[in-house]
Every structure is written in C-alpha cells, then in structure tokens.
C-alpha cells in the first residue's frame, strides 16, 4: 500500500501466505505481550513458521500515556517475559535518544533563522 496516487490503486489482496493469528497476553501492571502465531488459510497452525513476538507498555507523563513498543526476539513466551523488561528499556532509550536529536536539530533550526534577521543600520 505505498506510493499510490489514487485510492483505488490500493490493493486490498490478503496474502494467505503470511497470516497470523493474534493472542494478548498480559500481567495487568506493566506487561503486554502479543504473539502471533502463523496459519494456514484454512486457519490451522503454520508448524513450518516461527510465532512473533511484540511487547509494549505506556509511561504516564503529564502530557499523558507515552507507549513503548518492540519487537522481542522470543521464540517461546516464556523466553518473551524475559526479554520484556530489557525490550522495554531499550526502547525507551531509543526515544530519549530521538527526542533528544529532535531538540537539538529543532534548536539549530532556531539559531539559523536567528542569525538570517536583517537589521536596518547594522
């Protein structure tokens, strides 16, 4: 569904070689974790293919919920619990991070058209 320039170029097709079934599963403090698990069209399990693994949370700030999401490396639930809590981390460092260069580039913006006033006289 990328780079169309009419709506009904959209290629709405499901691709039954790649479907998943969906399972939440939670701790109902801080952990949600999906896995996806591959099937069949006809819906039985795909034994061939491996189940994902997606993990998120949100952070209460004051402007609201911030979520954090990623993808674990998991191939069985127990392995994703572990892996939640570092997931999680990362990902929030990685957000610190882009907000941090977002800042910084927004601030060097700010100085270039500082520095581009023209004052009479000067």
């Known amino acids: 569904m990328t780079n ?5 170029d959209i290629d709405f097709t499901v691709d039954e070689n790649h479907l998943y079934r969906e399972e939440s599963i939670t701790d109902l403090k801080v952990a949600s974790i999906r896995r996806l698990v591959p099937v ?29 999401q990623a993808r674990l490396k998991a191939t069985t639930l127990a392995d ?27 601030s060097q913006q700010q100085q270039k058209e500082a520095s581009r006033i023209i004052v009479p006289g000067r």
Request: no cysteine.
């Open 40 to 68: 069949k069209p006809d819906g039985t399990e795909d034994a061939g293919r491996t189940p994902l693994f997606l993990a998120s949370t949100q952070l209460m700030t004051p402007e609201g919920p911030l979520p954090l």
């Open 80 to 106: 994703a619990y572990k892996e939640f809590p570092g997931a999680m981390r990362h990902a929030l460092d990685d957000m610190v991070a882009q907000l941090q260069q977002m800042r910084q580039e927004q």
């Open 4 to 8: 169309f320039k009419n709506p009904t």
